[in-house]
DNA sequence: GTCTATATCGCGATAGAC
DNA sequence: GTCTATCGCGATATAGAC
């Protein structure tokens, strides 16, 4: 039942993704074949699909590989308790995430648009993605909190619906960016829609104030 | 190059698109096979491709129907300048809008799905969808203008800032409910945000107050 | 047992005959 | 305007190699 070290599948598995990781954000999920990924991992297809049940199974990999990254950027006290980052530095990461995923054109959109086709409780990403609001939603909501807390003067509204909202205004800002860049500042409405709520964030590197 | 009666090719259209529209509803996009849709009208699936140029396009001819009814439903003064509706019935309409897509659960998502799938340009809907966000932003934008103005006290937030926004939080509160319908009131979270700009909505079929 | 290849299926899409 | 024939695709089942 114990392992020393990796098997060989699991080397396999490390090659495969990489490369599927690689064409995905090059030319997009549609354009990519589960033959030419195959490849470039040096196998045929059929012998990738031992590996992952599933064109949208692999994709889902490349996607939650991409999370794990994302949440150690964003919520570092999740994974190195010791180190203390001020919420109010994690708010405007989270605000500063949707430009990051903006420079990555291949994979931009790639998100929303598996979570939209997730929506069916039989496809394979279905409880990935419900797992992953949920978690988003709460470490969010928890950050708001802090963050609506120390404001001067303190923000009344419900940490829970903000967080909720904030997500929503993420996503679908970023279909309409996707479809035409120009038409949409996307971190200036993240500013706007918490200026509404009366916190501040300023626009360089200054502090969040009330 | 006049044409007294619809001609036969566009009898032919009408059933395809009426064939397409009830199995996309049904069962969704991914599920349904150009082969089943033609066979409902009568042909074969390459017949179909002969009047569409592709499974996509198809798709996008059903949204884009839909489309037009929604808009008839949520800007009757586009389309019968001599009856005038009141923007605060608008706006309460819209804020429907969102519950009413949920009533069809076939087609749920699909749009914003196909939204995020028409970012690269080179897709089939890629134009429609750019100009449909156009056409949305600049409608609900000078409806929210004239709703802010009335209202007691006038709101001073930008209409075409609160318009994108509200847009991007409909979408994306859509993408969340799919996944958890539980997770997501998706009218009280619009309202919620109308709110934060200083604008109430009544829940129930009240009037529009500042 | 772990892994990969061959064979087959229905799919979307295209080309060309009628 | 509709068909038949053909292509490469994703996916599955099964047999074979290490």
């Known amino acids: ?13 490390a090659r495969i993704l990489d490369a599927a990781s690689e064409l995905f954000a090059l030319s997009g999920f549609n354009a990519v074949s589960l033959r030419e990924i195959a490849a470039h991992a040096g196998m045929t ?45 994690q708010l405007r990461r989270i605000v500063d995430l949707a430009e990051r995923n903006s420079r990555t054109p291949g994979l931009v959109g790639l998100y929303t ?51 909720q909202q904030l997500l929503a205004l993420m996503d679908g800002l970023q279909t309409q960016w996707a479809l035409e860049p120009d038409a949409v500042p996307m971190r200036r409405r993240v500013v706007d829609f918490l200026a509404a709520h009366g916190l501040r964030l300023d626009i360089e590197d200054g502090p969040v104030t009330g």
């Open 113 to 163: 648009l598996v979570a939209a086709e997730a929506a069916t409780p039989g496809h394979p990403a279905h409880d990935y993605f419900v797992a992953r609001y949920r978690v988003l939603r709460r470490e969010i909501a928890a950050l708001l909190r802090t963050v609506f807390a120390e404001a001067a003067p303190p923000v009344t509204a419900d940490p829970d619906v903000v967080a």
């Open 1 to 13: 039942m114990s392992r020393q070290h990796a098997t060989k599948g699991e080397r396999t598995r």
């Open 45 to 89: 297809h059929a012998g990738l699909l031992h590996h992952y049940p599933g064109k949208e199974a692999l994709l889902l990999e490349v996607l939650a590989r991409r999370d794990r990254e994302d949440a150690a950027h964003l919520f570092p006290g999740m994974l190195q308790p010791g180190e203390a980052v001020p919420p109010a530095v």
